[in-house]
């Protein structure tokens, strides 16, 4: 994967995710205004921090190369996947899971965020 299939993966998950420049060198893709991935643009590998189950982060980082403590995140929480290591399909199901978490702990309208990425 490269950072446009990354890209159009995220913002083809949901209706409501969104994605933001900020601190000049990274993107930010959230739903409802909460963070469930992040790239940062200069770095010398290119990779995506996703939000995880701590147990699940741990395990991935255990079997996978490409799976490490994310950079300048929290690292129980979030894991950085070097994409030029890993397999697509493995990539796009973290991202999946990341967008599944964060839209979990979403207030109200979870339910319906699940049923809008079901249809897709």
């Known amino acids: 994967m490269d950072i446009e299939d990354v890209r159009d993966f995220a913002l083809g998950l949901d209706d409501n995710v969104t994605e933001e420049l900020f601190a000049e ?3 930010s893709w959230r739903i409802k205004g909460k963070w469930f991935l992040l ?3 200069d770095a010398p590998e290119p990779r995506v921090a996703v ?3 701590p147990e699940t982060g741990e395990s991935l980082r255990m079997l996978y190369e490409g799976v490490c403590p994310a950079y300048h995140m929290n690292k129980k929480h979030w894991s950085d996947l070097y994409l030029n290591k890993l397999d ?3 990539v796009r ?3 999946t899971a990341s967008f599944r978490l964060v839209a979990s702990k979403l207030p109200k ?3 319906n965020i699940f049923d809008e990425a079901e249809k897709k």
Do not use: G, N, R, S
């Open 25 to 27: 060198e990274w993107i």
């Open 39 to 41: 790239m940062q643009l």
């Open 51 to 53: 939000k995880l189950p």
């Open 88 to 90: 697509d399909d493995f």
């Open 93 to 95: 199901q973290q991202i």
């Open 109 to 111: 309208a979870k339910e």
